[in-house]
């Protein structure tokens, strides 16, 4: 069974940052799409970003010049740096995995193909 455990969320000042950990066992394999969502005040998920197995990613508009995803192979961690936070990303931050048939690995293809969610990390940054 596929467990995610995320950590490293928590309050910082807008420009601040923080790293974001998403420990992943359970799953063997290779082909496996993973990333980051949040869900804000509006309830509203959006895509953060995502990680391909073949090494590729994808960062959602809003966060591409700020946040960047990477993965430690060695110790199956999916990591988000995120700098120069504003009040907007504040929210519950959740890591996902899935495997993404016939299409890129993206924000906008993992969703619909996640097998399994973590509990999610609370990130809020004030102003």
């Known amino acids: 069974q596929v467990q995610l455990v995320e950590s490293g969320g928590g309050s910082v000042q807008a420009g601040g940052s923080l790293r974001l950990s998403c420990a992943a066992s359970?799953?063997?394999?290779?082909?496996?799409?993973m990333g980051w969502f949040r869900q804000g005040s509006n309830n509203e998920r959006e895509g953060v970003a995502t990680?391909?197995?073949?090494?590729?990613?994808s960062l959602g508009e809003s966060v591409k010049d700020r946040f960047s995803i990477s993965k430690d192979h060695a110790k199956n961690i999916l990591y988000l740096q995120m700098n120069s936070l504003k009040p907007e990303d504040t929210g519950m931050y959740y890591c996902?995995?899935?495997?993404?048939?016939?299409?890129?690995?993206?924000?906008?293809?993992?969703?619909?193909?996640?097998?399994?969610w973590g509990q999610g990390t609370q990130v809020t940054v004030s102003s």
């Open positions: 996902a995995l899935g495997v993404v048939f016939g299409r890129r690995c993206t924000i906008h293809t993992l969703p619909d193909s996640v097998e399994s």
């Open positions: 359970g799953y063997a394999g290779s082909g496996y799409c």
């Open positions: 990680w391909d197995s073949d090494g590729s990613s």
